[in-house]
T-cell receptor, first 116, second 110 residues
Framework: EAGVAQSPRYKIIEKRQSVAFWCNPI?????LYWYQQILGQGPKLLIQ????????DSQLPKDRFSAERLKGVDSTLKIQPAKLEDSAVYLC??????????????FGPGTRLTVL | DAKTTQPNSMESNEEEPVHLPCNHS???????IHWYRQLPSQGPEYVIH???SNVNNRMASLAIAEDRKSSTLILHRATLRDAAVYYC???????????FGKGTLLTVNP
């Protein structure tokens, strides 16, 4: 079974520039998550999708971050404009269903963003 | 958000058992206890989960206290490949959200 795919793996940008990350979840997984992981910390949930609808975006900085999941499959996360504090690894995860505590989240390898 | 407490770091020797503790002081009755680990430069990976009873799988064992306020992840024979950050989490609420803490950095000595 193919895992969660993310691209690019690495990105370096100047502050105030824009950047986009792409995620392809495991086939058939209805729930998709984006996390931000700052060095030395655990992942922090940014947004959760159930199919193509947003379930939780309470920790997404909506003035600069946006995410979409068209057709309930792939997803993109965008930052515009980027700040120095956005330097982090951005992780995508997917899960088979959104309503059971026993379902496992499968994580992609992440995109490491460096903002200069 | 559900919070857990873990030691910042632990050390073990190769081929010895490792017991990683976690306190789940705010766990609710319907929350599951999950353990994930994160190897260097990789995304987190699932290790094991349970609700009330002790659980075993090919990777590890999970011992859950009777009051569910604490759990212990047991690696029966640590290998160098088990060196990672281990996270314990409560999964609950309407969205079964996972809230990660800083985890425990496990070092395995050869």
């Amino acid at each position: 079974e193919a895992g969660v795919a993310q691209s690019p793996r690495y990105k370096i940008i100047e502050k105030r520039q824009s950047v986009a990350f792409w995620c392809n979840p495991i086939s058939g997984h209805a729930t998709l998550y984006w996390y931000q992981q700052i060095l030395g910390q655990g992942p922090k949930l940014l947004i959760q999708f159930q199919n193509n609808g947003v379930v939780d975006d309470s920790q997404l900085p909506k003035d600069r971050f946006s995410a979409e999941r068209l057709k309930g499959v792939d997803s993109t996360l965008k930052i515009q404009p980027a700040k120095l504090e956005d330097s982090a690894v951005y992780l995508c995860a997917s899960r088979l269903t959104g309503g059971k505590g026993t379902d496992t989240q499968y994580f992609g390898p992440g995109t490491r963003l460096t903002v200069l | 958000d559900a919070k857990t407490t873990q030691p910042n770091s632990m050390e073990s020797n190769e081929e010895e058992p490792v017991h990683l503790p976690c306190n789940h002081s705010t766990i609710s009755g319907t929350d599951y206890i999950h353990w994930y680990r994160q190897l260097p430069s990789q995304g987190p990976e699932y290790v094991i989960h349970g609700l009330t009873s002790n659980v075993n799988n090919r990777m590890a064992s999970l011992a859950i206290a009777e009051d569910r306020k604490s759990s212990t992840l047991i690696l029966h024979r640590a290998t160098l490949r088990d060196a990672a950050v281990y996270y314990c989490l409560n999964s609950g609420g309407s969205n079964y959200k996972l809230t990660f803490g800083k985890g425990t950095l496990l070092t395995v000595n050869p």
